[in-house]
């Protein structure tokens, strides 16, 4: 190893992706552990870091190169010692120069004091937090007013951010580009308004309500007027993901659905609201739309007050099909509440989407309107790699059996599906079709039935869902 040039040892240990691999290369020699502690660039460490303050010092000075650190408490017992606290996290912002990207979870002993101390980071662009219960509103607004070059922010159950100036200020500086809201039950849609001009950067937008508390945050006036009147610029948006939302003409996020002309990837989760009407004008503005998940709410998860439930058909479907030309991936859901004759979605309309676009990806979750007839369709998809069926109890064996036929399928996943058995397999069993097969809760399907059916099988039967 002394002899070894030191480009190419440089070149072996950036080979080595696995941490576990890189601290076994490192206790090698002398040469490579010098050389893994100047490229090591980021870190995760957590629970088994004890004394936590001191040991990730100790880290830090090893690695000298750091860039990215997560740090991560999930499963933390107190007889596993104390978690890195405020100073720990002081030494962290002097020890760490080069600091670009910071995860802290579940990290209960960090409070405001401690977060402001990242406002020394002039490199940080990128703070994920995940229940960090101790910090509120204004110890992000230490870190946003500090860190000028943060364009990433991710917070997950937060339960105490409720003052918003943050928001106003990330809306001023223009730099953010990525924004995640999950769970944080003081935050709603309207609260969104504040981001101003910098709409007009943000390329992804994830905000998820815990379905709880969705009718909680009541708008007013003034916030619904502040929607309707001021511009929102959305050209730079690129992915956008709503969970539990409520979708109504004017308010909140229901204004953007309209406007991101360069949107490619949409996922809408049990959002309320959501009409055909919504789907249509994203589809119409939308042209570069690669991928749609669609996961639509039962009527009982339906307020109360609405006489006439809106529902999605296959009118959205075909706008999708006339206008969204590069669409490969769709995935289509009902929830559990869902029954067999109120399906939105008829076979027409799901056949017309995978016969006008390049669909390379297909999942179905309890879409009962999608039987062997659909599957017979499907031996026409010349595009269509992937195909996911959970709780599509309409498909039966003489439907499976039609896969052996799809022009370039390679991957094929089954859930929960009643009418299929081993048999359905069967002309797949030694034809090398597929690369992966994947069978999850069929009680009909054993996994002796797989044996020979892919060149990769997963098999998992817990069948406590019928019960």
Known sequence: MDNLPEQVAWDILGRIKRTVDKNSVSLTCKRLHELDNEQR????????????NEGLVSLCNRFRNLEKVEISYSGWMSKLGKQLDDNGLYNLSVSCPLLTDLTLSYCTF??????SHLASCSHLSALKLVFTPRISGFGILSVVVGCKNLNLLHLNRCLNITSMEWLEYLGKLETLED???????AIGEGDLIKLGPSWQKLKR????????????????RLAVDQWQTQWIPCDSMIELKLVNG?????RGLACVLGKCSNLEKIHLDMCVGVKDSDITGLARNSSNLRSISLRVPSD?????LMNNPIRLTDECLEALAQNCSHLESVRLSFSDGEFPSF????????????????????????????????MEALCSAEYLQMLELSRCQEITDEGLQLVAQFPKLCVLKLSKCLGVTNDGLKPLVGSHKLKL???DDCPQISERGLHGAADSVTFKQDLSWMY
């Open 205 to 220: 937008l994830q905000f998820e309500v815990d379905a709880n508390y969705r009718y909680m945050k009541v708008y007013d």
């Open 179 to 185: 924004l995640c809201i999950k769970n944080c039950r």
């Open 110 to 115: 960090i409070t405001d004091a401690g977060l």
């Open 41 to 52: 660039k980021c870190i995760r460490v957590g629970c088994g870091l004890n004394p936590a």
């Open 437 to 439: 097969l994947a069978v």
């Open 343 to 374: 399906s939105s979605f008829t076979l027409h309309g799901i056949l017309t989407l995978v016969q006008n676009c390049p669909i390379r990806e297909l999942a179905l979750d309890h879409v009962y309107s999608f039987n062997d007839v659909g």
């Open 300 to 304: 009982f998860s339906l307020p109360l």
């Open 246 to 250: 409520i979708i109504s003409p004017g």
